[in-house]
C-alpha cells in the first residue's frame, strides 16, 4: 500500500469526523464532503473513462415511414428509432400521440 494512502477504515472515520463537524452544511447541501482518500490521478481516471464512451443511438435500427396526423391531418415522412412507440411520435401541430402509419412503401 502507498504511504499516502488511507485505509478503508480510516477513510470512514476521516469521513465520519467530517460530518459531524460540518452537520448544519451537509444537512443545508451547501457543502461537499472531503475526498481527499481519492488517487491524486482521479482526472486522469476521469479522462480515461470517457474514452469509452458509446453513443447508445449509432447502433438502433431506424424506420422510415409515411405518417398522417389524426388530430390535423398533416402528411409527412419521419424517421425514429424501430423502437419508439407512434404515440410519442410529434405532429408539427403540437400533437403528440395521433400518429398513425398510412401504409405507403418507402423506398429502402
Not at 504511504?3 to 448544519?24: C, P
Not at 475526498?35 to 458509446?54: A, I, Y
Not at 428509432?81 to 400521440?97: F, Q, R, S, W, Y
Request: with cysteine; aromatic share 8%.
Amino acid at each position: 500500500m502507498k504511504e499516502n494512502q488511507m485505509t478503508r477504515q480510516e477513510m470512514i472515520t476521516d469521513f465520519q469526523h467530517f460530518l459531524d463537524a460540518h452537520k448544519e452544511e451537509v444537512e443545508a447541501n451547501i457543502c461537499q464532503p472531503p475526498f481527499d482518500f481519492l488517487d491524486d490521478d482521479w482526472e486522469e481516471v476521469q479522462e480515461r473513462s470517457m474514452e469509452n464512451v458509446v453513443d447508445i443511438e449509432k447502433n438502433l435500427e431506424y424506420e422510415v415511414s409515411e405518417l398522417i396526423c389524426l388530430k390535423c391531418l398533416h402528411r409527412w415522412i419521419d424517421i425514429y428509432p424501430v423502437i419508439t412507440p407512434l404515440k410519442e411520435l410529434e405532429c408539427k401541430c403540437g400533437a403528440v400521440g395521433y400518429a398513425i402509419k398510412t401504409g405507403q412503401t418507402m423506398p429502402e
